[in-house]
């Protein structure tokens, strides 16, 4: 029997027709999975809540008076020698604070909001990357139980032939046993791949917060060339970066609240009083002055956070910078691995599964070689296939750390 790639795409083509008629699947593709990632993962929308219960903060800090009005009322009587009185007296107060102090404090909750806002996206960006690894590994295996289900026909095949020789006394039983040894392998290597199937769909699956039977749609394809300069120039926008920023933001936003409390606040007051029947109006003033607490602590804390903070911002441009070279650097030789296969071996295939068999049609071959060389053309299919596979997650990993994956 002549087995060439003809006989394995046939085969291939008729698993997935048996696959795709045999159990209704909800498809995804790669956008399809990026998509609802970014509106169901769960720890997405729990930043996103995050980030208004930040949001929040806002309300309170953006108003102009941040004291209640303190109103005050006396009552009592009054008795002299000859005369009693009913006397009562009755406040009202309200302070008010230094008018640098609400800038300085909306400044703050502001640069708290857009770190939040960068924290969600660097929660996406890493939802973002899982899940699309875990589409791919999804293909992957796909693709990998379709070539081996096409190998596991033909073994049975090879098989089936080596028993009717046997029978016939062409063969030894030998041959017979090494033929069910090779479908077992290819059997077993099937089953291998659908548990890890099983494991990337599920991990899509709690990523996406899905329920009943999802199926990755696509195929992992050759890897294409990308360029360094812009992808450091995209770097600078990651998340974490902003983040850091916007705390450094945030604790200036401190320092220059702290200055406030070096300033006097003061109130303003009304008071009427009746006294011995005697009606009494005066305004009052009050002020705070700044002698023992003046921010200290605040104006303390706030610079050493804001050092701080300098210090990790320039470490982890540098640590983005070197991630991202990294990165492009292994995506490179991931994608020099998929085309030395492709243009080396794989193009090869079919003449060598082709020449095998004849050679074994006429005898110049044994059913132990021929299954030898079958085995290497398996293998090298799925090296190339594995290859695919991991220039697909380096491609991930890069666009990932170069916030393009967000």
Known sequence: MRLTGTTIAVCVAACLHAGMSGAQSRPLTLADVLARAREQAPQIVTARLALEETRGRLVGAALRLQTNPEVDLA???RYGSESRFTDFEIGAAQSFEPRARRPARIGGVEAAITRSTADVEEITRMVLRSAAAAYYRSLHATQRI???????DLAATDSSVAERRFTAGDVP???VNIARVAVARVRSAREAAEAAKVLALGELKQILRLEGDIAAEGQLTDPSDVDLS????AALQRPELR???AGLQEAEAELRLADTYAKPAYGLGVRYSREEGDQVVLGGLTVTLPTFSQGRELRAVGSARAARLRAELEAARTRVRL???TTFEAYNRRAAA???LGTEAIPGMDESDTLATRSYEVGQLGLPELLLIRREIVETRVDHLDALLEAALARVDLDASAAILR
């Open 75 to 77: 009552l009592g009587n």
């Open 146 to 152: 379709q070539l081996l289900s096409a190998m596991e």
């Open 173 to 175: 039983v030998l041959d």
């Open 230 to 233: 812009g992808l450091l120039a």
């Open 243 to 245: 983040a850091l920023e």
């Open 323 to 325: 991630e991202v070279q």
């Open 338 to 340: 998929v085309r030395i």
